[in-house]
């Protein structure tokens, strides 16, 4: 049976709107929660690179900080790919590592609830002070944990070491020094020149920037074709080898249409302005494209090549594996029971497509809330503020009283705080009634 794409993505959004009180009563306190650590994983990702306390009288605004900590994230990850692991600090590793497992545990407390809501019409138990964990809470983590290492094994690990040395090899060989006699009737005019000015010159630079990125990727490129041809094979009884040479060549076209546009969007991407907006929003599609996207300002065009690849693996595998969590919080069960049978076939390619619509649609509600919303009430902020000051002045002589600044200071932040907690509800709502649908769908597949 198909994935009914507008049907999945209706009923996602759904969820996280019209059960906004449930939503709200379950998740409310690790919602504030979940802010408060990434407000202290940023501060404690600071001292961990600038080796001292940072606090607002550094940083004066949470924007500066948020800016801050994506530069530094970036510097973190080409660092990873250029140099390996071991090029990166403890300290840091200890923040980012703490801080995830604290997010997981506090996410996983209210999401559990929610997708068995969504998934079965279970309604969460009664109660507004909710910090639940028990065995389905452990059950959610240890599918995330597992999807995590499958990504880790099968994508993130052969993949990303073929990069990382690949990359090594070039800067290396291009980092050599030669002499150079640019005179021919002179050995005593010597210049020294680098490898790659050296290459330019008698033409054979290209091998290195676009040669060897290329030779990397193919055999994982070639990999992902036969993926491909092996989930979309012919399953109709004596197809023949006609079935499989069409569906060869409809993969490897497809396939090499969906590479074209990942690089071109990344090559595009790393042309264009307004890039904190664009990390921002490629992270509510998916972390790896923030990472990807902050890997691709390091990379030259024809190294993306690789990228690419790591792209397309995660996103078949991602897509395969995503009703895990769903399955094994329904049915309170590790067992993997239907979930590969939500992907097979033409749905993936479904799944795909919805879970872009949905992140569209996400994407675009934030958009408006930054672009519009914000600066409306920003807008209305500042009149009645001027109107509050004009009023003291009239009381007090003239002067404006002390309190009005930061009165209407402490009005914008706090609306500040109130909406990214309120989106925070509706995303995490949306999420989970996705994963109800999958879950659904996994059974009736």
């Known amino acids: 049976m198909g994935l009914r794409v507008f049907s999945v993505v209706g009923e996602a959004l759904n969820f996280g709107a019209r059960r906004m009180p449930t939503i709200m009563r379950v998740a409310w306190l690790p919602v504030i929660l979940l802010l408060i650590v990434d407000m202290a994983t940023a501060f404690g990702l600071l001292w961990a690179v600038l080796d001292r306390p940072i606090s607002f009288s550094d940083a004066h605004t949470w924007i500066a900080v948020q800016r801050a900590v994506q530069k530094i994230l970036g510097q973190i990850l080409a660092l990873f790919v250029t140099q390996g692991p071991l090029a990166i600090s403890a300290?840091?590793?200890?923040?980012?590592?703490?801080?995830?497992?604290?997010?997981?545990?506090?996410?996983?407390?209210?999401?559990?609830?929610?997708?068995?809501?969504?998934?079965?019409?279970?309604?969460?138990?009664?109660?507004?002070?909710?910090?639940?964990?028990?065995?389905?809470?452990?059950?959610?983590?240890?599918?995330?944990?597992?999807?995590?290492?499958?990504?880790?094994?099968?994508?993130?690990?052969?993949?990303?070491?073929?990069?990382?040395?690949?990359?090594?090899?070039?800067?290396?060989?291009?980092?050599?020094?030669?002499?150079?006699?640019?005179?021919?009737?002179?050995?005593?005019?010597?210049?020294?020149?680098?490898?790659?000015?050296?290459?330019?010159?008698?033409?054979?630079?290209?091998?290195?920037?676009?040669?060897?990125?290329?030779?990397?990727?193919?055999?994982?490129?070639l990999a992902m074709w036969a993926l491909l041809i092996w989930h979309f094979r012919p399953r109709e009884q004596g197809a023949g080898a006609g079935g499989y040479l069409r569906t060869a060549i409809a993969t490897l076209f497809g396939s090499a249409a969906f590479a074209g546009l990942f690089w071109f969007g990344f090559h595009l991407l790393g042309q264009i302005g307004h890039k904190t907006l664009i990390a921002v929003l490629l992270t509510i599609v998916s972390p790896l494209l923030t990472a990807a996207f902050a890997l691709s300002q390091k990379l030259a065009a024809d190294q993306l090549a690789?990228?690419?690849?790591?792209?397309?693996?995660?996103?078949?595998?991602?897509?395969?594996?995503?009703?895990?969590?769903?399955?094994?919080?329904?049915?309170?069960?590790?067992?993997?029971?239907?979930?590969?049978?939500?992907?097979?076939?033409?749905?993936?390619?479904?799944?795909?497509?919805?879970?872009?619509?949905?992140?569209?649609?996400?994407?675009?509600?934030?958009?408006?809330?930054?672009?519009?919303?914000?600066?409306?009430?920003?807008?209305?902020?500042?009149?009645?503020?001027?109107?509050?000051?004009?009023?003291?002045?009239?009381?007090?002589?003239?002067?404006?009283?002390?309190w009005v600044r930061p009165f209407w200071s402490w009005v914008w932040n706090g609306f500040k705080i109130l909406a990214n907690i309120f989106w925070t509800f509706f995303f995490y709502g949306v999420i989970a009634g996705l994963f109800g649908r999958l879950y659904r769908e996994s059974e009736t597949g």
């Open 306 to 402: 690789i990228v690419t690849v790591i792209v397309m693996f995660f996103y078949y595998v991602s897509l395969r594996i995503t009703p895990y969590q769903a399955v094994v919080v329904c049915r309170s069960s590790m067992a993997p029971a239907g979930t590969l049978s939500v992907t097979r076939g033409w749905n993936i390619v479904r799944m795909f497509f919805i879970t872009f619509l949905i992140s569209a649609v996400l994407s675009v509600i934030v958009f408006i809330i930054n672009k519009y919303v914000f600066v409306l009430v920003l807008d209305v902020a500042r009149l009645l503020y001027q109107a509050t000051a004009s009023a003291t002045k009239l009381v007090h002589h003239g002067s404006e009283a002390e």
């Open 91 to 221: 300290d840091i590793y200890g923040v980012l590592g703490a801080s995830f497992i604290v997010q997981f545990i506090l996410v996983a407390s209210f999401m559990t609830p929610l997708i068995r809501y969504a998934g079965l019409r279970e309604l969460p138990a009664p109660g507004v002070l909710k910090l639940d964990f028990g065995a389905n809470q452990i059950r959610y983590m240890f599918a995330g944990l597992v999807s995590i290492l499958v990504m880790a094994t099968v994508v993130i690990g052969p993949v990303g070491a073929t990069a990382f040395y690949a990359l090594k090899y070039i800067s290396a060989a291009l980092s050599q020094t030669y002499a150079s006699f640019p005179d021919p009737e002179s050995l005593h005019t010597i210049e020294i020149v680098s490898a790659q000015q050296a290459l330019a010159k008698s033409g054979g630079l290209w091998f290195f920037e676009r040669g060897v990125p290329l030779i990397a990727a193919a055999p994982f490129a």
